[in-house]
C-alpha cells in the first residue's frame, strides 16, 4: 500500500504522538509499504529526507517561540541579581505550519496515497482531512489526546473546565468522526472522548495500542559503558522518570515523594530522563529539598542508549495526570520494572494495582512515598510486579500494532468504496 502519515509533531520530537508516528513509519516501511510522511519543518523551509525507507516531507512553518521545540536542550532561565526571570520565549520554539494544506496538496498528488492515516488536530490534520475529503481518499485517525489534557492543568480555568472539554471534546471527536476508520490508544481514552453510545458515532472508534518494539527491551544487564557515561552507581537502588520534564507531567510530585522516602531508604537515587520548561523549578526543588546529591538530571537520552538506562533501574516513577497510554509505561515494564503511577488518564491499563506495581491518588505525595518504599525494602514485591510488567508488556507489541493497522487501512479503503 502507498501509506500517508501527517502529523504537527513528529521526530525528532520526543513526545508520545511525534515517537509512536516514527515508529509506525518506519514499522510500515520494513513491511513493504510505500510511506510518505508530511510534518511542519524544523528549520522553516520546506525540504524532503529518505530514511529508513520512509520519505518525509517537512513543509514550511514558523518559529511559535513561546514553547519549546523538544529537540534542543532547553536554556537554563536567565538571572538578574540572583533571581530567575520568568521565560517569555525560546529561541528553538515550535514550529508550526501555518497554511500547510498548498504544499500538502501538491505532495498528495504526486504521491496518490491509498489512505491518509493522521495523527493530530492542528493545522495538517486540518489540511489532510480537506484534501481526502475532495478526493475521496480514505483516511484513518488517531487521537491521542482527550480534554482533560490540557484543561486538567489549566487551574486557573477551573470554573470554565467544562463547556471548555465540552468545546474541546466536540473538536477533537470531529477528527475521528470524519474518517472512515479511528482508533485511540486505550478504551479509557476513547470512553473521554466518545459519546457512550457508539452506534450514534456511526465511524468506529477502537482502542489500539502504540506499542513499542518489545525486541529492543527486556532485562538484561546493562553496560559498564551506561553507568560510567551518565554516572550511575552500580550499587544503588534507582527510581526511573522518562519523558518530558513539563509542568503537567508533574514531576515535582515524584521528586517530593523520593524526597520523603530518603528517610527510610538513603541509599536511593533518582534519575530524571528528559528536558522541557520545568526543568529548572525541578533543579530548583532539589536544592531546597537538600537532596541534590541523590538526584540525576541526564537531560534526553536516545536509542539505543535510552535502552540500557531503564536496566540500571529499580523502579519506574511518574505522577503525570493526562496519559492517553504513556509509551515510557509499555517501555519500563518491556525492562520488566515495578511501576508506580497515579491513576488518572489510561495509567491503570498499564500500571495495574498490586499487580506490576501500585497506584496512587493524583496528588497524593505520601501516599506514592509509601509506595515507593514498598516496592524497594521488598525484594519480593519487586520480583512479583517486574514479572507480571514483562507479562502486559507483550500486549503492546509493536509489531502487533502495525498489523493491526494494516488491516485497519485495508477496511478503510473497502468502506470508502462501498460509499
Known amino acids: 500500500m502507498k501509506i500517508a502519515i501527517t502529523s504537527d509533531l513528529y521526530y525528532p520530537m520526543t513526545n508520545g504522538v511525534a515517537v509512536f508516528a516514527h515508529n509506525l513509519a518506519k ?34 512553518s514558523i518559529r511559535f517561540p513561546f514553547y519549546p521545540d523538544q529537540i534542543n536542550k532547553v536554556p537554563d532561565n536567565k538571572e538578574l541579581l540572583g533571581v530567575s526571570l520568568p521565560r517569555l520565549a525560546y529561541r528553538h520554539g515550535l514550529w508550526v505550519a501555518v497554511e500547510p494544506y498548498p504544499e500538502l496538496k501538491k505532495t498528495l498528488d504526486r504521491f496518490r496515497p491509498d489512505v491518509i492515516h493522521n495523527q493530530t488536530a492542528e493545522m495538517i490534520a486540518i489540511a489532510a482531512r480537506r484534501y481526502a475529503k475532495r478526493y475521496d481518499v480514505p483516511m484513518v485517525s488517531t487521537g491521542h489526546a482527550y480534554p482533560d489534557n490540557i484543561t486538567g492543568q489549566l487551574k486557573l480555568l477551573k470554573p470554565l473546565k467544562k463547556p471548555l472539554d465540552a468545546m474541546l471534546r466536540t473538536y ?12 485511540m490508544p486505550t478504551e479509557m481514552a476513547i470512553e473521554d472522548l466518545v459519546p457512550k453510545n457508539r452506534k450514534r458515532f456511526q465511524v468506529t472508534v477502537e482502542p489500539l495500542s502504540n506499542g513499542v518494539d518489545l525486541s529492543q527491551f527486556g532485562p538484561k544487564k546493562p553496560t559498564a559503558r551506561i553507568y560510567k557515561k551518565f554516572r550511575l552507581p552500580k550499587d544503588r537502588p534507582i527510581v526511573l522518570y522518562v519523558g518530558r520534564v513539563d509542568p503537567e507531567k508533574s514531576i ?16 536511593a537515587m533518582l534519575v530524571i530522563v528528559g528536558d522541557g520548561t520545568d526543568r529548572q523549578h525541578l533543579v530548583d526543588l532539589v536544592q531546597a529539598l537538600g537532596i541534590e546529591q541523590s538526584v540525576r538530571f541526564l537531560g534526553r537520552v536516545y536509542p539505543p542508549e535510552i535502552m540500557e538506562v531503564y536496566r540500571t533501574a529499580t523502579v519506574f516513577a511518574t505522577a503525570s495526570e493526562t496519559e492517553t497510554q504513556g509509551i515510557v509505561l509499555i517501555e519500563a515494564a518491556a525492562t520488566g520494572l515495578p ?16 499487580k506490576n506495581g501500585l497506584l496512587c491518588h493524583a496528588g497524593d505525595v505520601d501516599e506514592m512515598t509509601n509506595a515507593l518504599v514498598k516496592i524497594l525494602r521488598h525484594k519480593d514485591v519487586r520480583e512479583r ?23 485497519i487501512y485495508q477496511e478503510a479503503i473497502r468502506l470508502k468504496e462501498n460509499e
Open 172 to 183: 477533537m471527536a470531529s477528527f475521528l468522526k470524519h474518517s472512515e476508520y479511528a482508533t
Open 339 to 354: 511501576l508506580v503511577a497515579v491513576d488518572a488518564g489510561a495509567v491503570r491499563e498499564l500500571c495495574q494495582n498490586k
Open 252 to 267: 515535582s510530585n515524584v521528586v517530593m515523594a523520593f524526597a520523603n522516602m530518603l528517610e527510610k531508604v538513603p541509599e
Open 385 to 407: 510486579y517486574g514479572k507480571a510488567s514483562l507479562e502486559i508488556a507483550k500486549k503492546h507489541d509493536l509489531g502487533v500494532t502495525l498489523k493491526r493497522f494494516e488491516e
Open 27 to 60: 514499522g510500515l516501511a520494513k513491511h513493504g509499504h510505500e510511506v510518505l510522511v508530511i510534518c511542519p519543518s524544523f528549520s522553516g523551509k520546506k525540504h524532503r529526507v529518505r530514511r529508513d525507507g520512509v520519505t518525509t516531507v517537512y513543509l514550511r
